[in-house]
């Protein structure tokens, strides 16, 4: 038996609780996990809330990260002792995920922890860090580089914007942040930002084409927000979309990109390449700095997730939450 946050759903209506689990009940893979430790990242906690349709089987053990070490193992790639990592993957949502202390998986879609990092460390990146890595990857090979001009980075005090201001502050980079929360500016500026500006001027229905500001941009927000970053990127500039938190909806014109040359780079982080991960991996390792990680990350235990979930979608939770499935 093991403990674990499990999510059904049948006549009776949509259940949330932390349990017991038969090590029977776990899912078919060829690599055994055992989890040390997980994070709840916005789409686990639509799940956990029922706020959005993210759950395509029941039962599910939500939690779209996880990192521990290898229990057993039948892929040759893999063998007991091995420390490893797993982002996405459609991972907490059809198959079961990280918010427990043990996980069934397959291999193809783990990668071995950097030394570099505890498992701790590596949560408190996660998903969102290693979103963030991406988008940072795909402006840079579309050629931005610090001396181009100004990055702007939306939703900004959320896990992938906190991480995207922190990285691309490493690197040199001028970094203006929008957000919300306006309060919490000195924490945007610790960790890298040097102009914070309120998410109002992005959000409303905008014009095709603004007078010329970003260099690149980093968007989690989605809608018109995107629409307005576009629409005032400057000539051959890039915008890297990783995020819907506004919409889904582009109400926008393609006017930025043949007038202007704008790039649109779609950042899917859940299906990516091998490859993609352990290199966007390796880059953290180098271009984040760790002590960074204190002020973006909270920890918590498995018996405080679903309140915890439900905060982080009245919009109370800062960064990024570690769960220690110990505790």
Known sequence: MFNGILIDKDDSGYRVQLTAIDEAQLP??????RVSHSTLNYKDALAITNKGPIVRKFPMVPGVDLAGTVQASSDPDFKP??????????????????????????????????????????????????????AVMALEKNGLTPDK?????????????SFSIA???????RVVASTGRLEESGYLKQLGATEI???????????????????????????HTLANICASTRYRGTVAACGLAQGMDFPASVAPFILRGVTL???????????????????????????????????????????TAQRLMDGGVRGRVVVDTQR
């Not at 078919?28 to 996990?33: E, I, K, L, N, R």
């Not at 990285?167 to 980079?173: H, Q, R």
């Open 81 to 134: 002792g091995d420390q490893v990592l797993l982002n996405g993957w459609g991972v907490g949502e059809g198959h079961w995920g990280g918010l427990a202390q043990l996980a069934r998986l397959e291999g193809k879609w783990l990668i071995p922890l950097p030394d570099a990092f505890t498992a701790s460390q590596a949560m408190a990146i996660g998903t969102a860090g290693y979103t963030a890595m991406l």
């Open 265 to 307: 780079a779609g950042i899917d982080s859940v299906m990516r390449p091998r490859q993609d991960r352990i290199d966007a991996w390796a880059r953290l390792v180098t271009d984040l700095d760790q002590d960074k990680l204190a002020l973006i990350t909270h920890e918590i235990g498995l018996s405080e997730v679903i309140e």
């Open 167 to 173: 990285i691309l502050a490493k690197l040199g980079y």
């Open 28 to 33: 078919a893979g060829d690599v055994t996990v």
């Open 197 to 223: 500006i309120d998410r109002a001027t992005l959000s409303e229905p905008g014009r095709p084409l603004v007078k010329e500001r970003w260099a690149g941009a980093i968007d989690s927000v989605g809608s």
């Open 149 to 161: 001009g100004e990055v702007l980075v939306t939703g900004a005090n959320g896990g992938v914007g």
